[in-house]
């Protein structure tokens, strides 16, 4: 009913930019926000950084000042565009939508995840 397709994910070398993109398809009744989280080898699933459908933005820590969030409502997409990458942002990046139901719920979706590689 509803798919995430990311892609933009590789190797690149520490100090360089990687930009990631998910598109959100199908039986979507609203939007409530979307965002990224990633996960390392033994490791847990962390946030990222999320933006609501009214452009609110939040970000981990770790990543402020080097990645930035963005949305294209038209088109149920969002990016985070990556710069300064370290090795420590290896992990695999996973899009997350938030939806609001025509009931009043929320539901979570997820992509099937991307790898990305910091690496000389």
């Known amino acids: 009913q509803v798919q995430l397709v990311e892609s933009g994910g590789g190797l690149v070398q520490p100090g360089g930019s990687l930009r990631l993109s998910c598109a959100a398809s199908?039986?979507?009744?609203?939007?409530?926000?979307m965002g990224w989280y990633r996960q390392a080898p033994g490791k847990q699933r962390e946030l990222v950084a999320t933006?609501?459908?009214?452009?609110?933005?939040n970000y981990a820590d770790s990543v402020k000042g080097r990645f930035t969030i963005s949305r294209d409502n038209a088109k149920n997409t969002v990016y985070l565009q990556m710069n300064s990458l370290k090795p420590e942002d290896t992990a695999v990046y996973y899009c997350?939508?938030?939806?609001?139901?025509?009931?009043?719920?929320?539901?979570?979706?997820w992509g099937q995840g991307t790898q990305v590689t910091v690496s000389s």
């Open positions: 997350n939508l938030l939806t609001d139901t025509s009931l009043g719920g929320v539901v979570d979706y």
């Open positions: 199908g039986s979507i009744f609203s939007i409530n926000a």
């Open positions: 933006i609501t459908s009214g452009g609110s933005t």
